[in-house]
Nanobody, 121 residues
Framework: QVQLVESGGGLVQPGGSLRLSCAAS????????ARWYRQAPGKERELVAA???????NYADSVKGRFTISRDNTEKTVYLQMNSLKLEDTAVYYC???????????????WGQGTQVTVSS
C-alpha cells in the first residue's frame, strides 16, 4: 500500500515562507507526475504546482514566481517551497502522486491527507 504524507504546514505572517514536504512510502517502483493542490474554505480544490518525472514544472498563475515545486526521487519526496505568502494562500494543501507499484503495475492515483497553511497577521 502506498501512502503520501504531507508536512510543513502552519501559521505564517504575510510575506513569510513555508516549505511543504510530501513523503511517499510503501511499495513504489516509480512516481510519475506529482502535484500540489489546495482547497480554501468554500472553494473548489485547485492545482497549485506540478512536476513530471523528468523535472518539468508547471504553476498556477496565482503562485508563479513565489512557489517552487521540486522532487527528490531517491527520497521519494516532493517539496513545495512557498515564499512571499499572501492571505489568499490560506488553504489545506494536498499532494498527489501518480504511482506505479511495480514495473508492470498500472499507474494509480494517490493523495495525501492534507496540511493546513494559514497566512495571517
Amino acid at each position: 500500500q502506498v501512502q503520501l504524507v504531507e508536512s510543513g504546514g502552519g501559521l505564517v505572517q504575510p510575506g513569510g515562507s513555508l516549505r511543504l514536504s510530501c513523503a511517499a512510502s510503501g511499495s513504489i517502483f516509480s512516481i510519475n507526475a506529482a502535484r500540489w493542490y489546495r482547497q480554501a474554505p468554500g472553494k473548489e480544490r485547485e492545482l497549485v504546482a506540478a512536476i513530471t518525472s523528468g523535472g518539468s514544472t508547471n504553476y498556477a498563475d496565482s503562485v508563479k514566481g513565489r512557489f517552487t515545486i521540486s522532487r527528490d526521487n531517491t527520497e521519494k519526496t516532493v517539496y513545495l517551497q512557498m515564499n512571499s505568502l499572501k492571505l489568499e494562500d490560506t488553504a489545506v494543501y494536498y499532494c498527489y502522486g501518480d504511482v506505479r507499484s511495480t514495473w508492470r503495475s498500472p499507474r494509480t492515483d494517490y493523495w495525501g491527507q492534507g496540511t493546513q497553511v494559514t497566512v495571517s497577521s
